[in-house]
């Protein structure tokens, strides 16, 4: 049965946390999109519960009801998950990140790594500013103009959301896929129709309820460094990733793949964005599990 928890870190702060699967043992944790909160992973219970995981998803700080961080690195995820993890007395786990949640995901996994046994990508971005891979190249206009607000920091990236993002605060399942724009090719857009569209709207009012915060410092964390060096990740890392990606174009895909220590491309031919995930998810748990039976 899934619950949407209030959890209550050292620090003060409190973070929306779902828990779903199986009732006990290992877990898969699961990182969320920019922008985007835990209640996306509901889904994913019951292919949770099939493989015997427990499921953990938490919403970053500023997203939902889970207190903000300001001036959060993307490493800074890791020690959040390890008090939940602890408090849920989870032994191991494996981990996944979607589009934003993506770097998290790969934080977790390197800081992490004596718990973590196997860590997924889906669609996930790259790191901005390396010489070798051109960030930009190949996204939507909607995302050129937004990584270029947060270029100019908090102040730009807040009055560009305020000025273009409160049609994700509003939107219905009618309406989710023209709020996306042109970040959504065709077969993205087929996607984003009844019950699926229906439940993705509902998701990004709740993430966005009290407001941009999250969105902001996530993407302020993505121009800046990480925290951690991609190339210290020991545990099987798989990088999945569409060709017709607008959002997270396929140039980040290969780029991770190439630059972490034996990471595996998992290409997803005549995909996008979204279909990757709806398509292939039982397909990268399993994936997960395999990686982490190798590891054990």
């Given amino acids: 049965m899934i619950e949407m928890r209030a959890f209550s870190h050292h620090d003060g702060r409190v973070t929306d ?3 779903g699967g199986a009732p006990l043992g290992p877990a898969l944790v699961l990182h969320h999109g ?9 889904t994913w219970d019951g292919v949770a519960r099939e493989n015997g995981l427990r499921l953990v998803a938490l919403s970053r700080p500023g997203y939902a009801t889970s207190t903000r961080l300001p001036g959060r690195t993307v490493a800074d995820v890791a020690k959040d998950v ?10 191991w786990f494996v981990t996944a990140g979607w589009s934003g949640g993506g770097p998290h995901a790969l934080a977790t996994a390197n800081i992490l790594g004596d718990r973590c046994r196997a860590v997924a990508t889906l669609a996930g971005v790259g790191p901005f500013g390396v010489p070798d891979l051109d960030f930009l190249a190949g996204m939507g206009p909607e995302n050129h ?14 009055a560009w959301l305020g000025e273009h993002a409160a049609s994700f605060r509003n939107a219905t399942g009618p309406e989710i896929a023209d709020a996306f724009g042109e970040l959504v090719p065709p077969i993205d857009r087929d996607m984003l129709v009844g019950g699926y569209a229906d439940e993705m709207a509902a998701e990004m009012r709740r993430a966005l309820a009290t407001g941009f915060d999250g969105w902001i410092d996530d993407d302020l964390a993505f121009v800046r460094p990480w925290g951690f060096d991609l190339g210290e990740i020991r545990v099987p890392v798989t990088v999945w990733q569409g060709d017709l990606d607008l959002m997270v174009p396929a140039a980040h895909g290969a780029w991770l793949a190439s630059h972490i220590p034996g990471a595996i491309a998992k290409p997803a031919m005549g995909h996008g964005h979204i279909s990757l995930v709806t398509t292939y998810r039982d397909e990268i748990v399993r ?7 190798q590891r054990a």
């Avoid at 390890?82 to 032994?91: S, T």
């Avoid at 270029?148 to 908090?154: D, I, K, N, P, S």
């Fill in 287 to 293: 994936e997960l599990i395999a990686s982490a039976k």
């Fill in 34 to 42: 920019t922008p985007s909160d835990a209640s996306l992973w509901g």
């Fill in 82 to 91: 390890r008090e939940v993890l602890d408090a849920l007395d989870v032994p």
């Fill in 17 to 19: 946390l779902l828990v």
């Fill in 145 to 158: 103009a937004e990584f270029g607000a947060a270029l100019r920091g908090e102040t730009g990236v807040r």
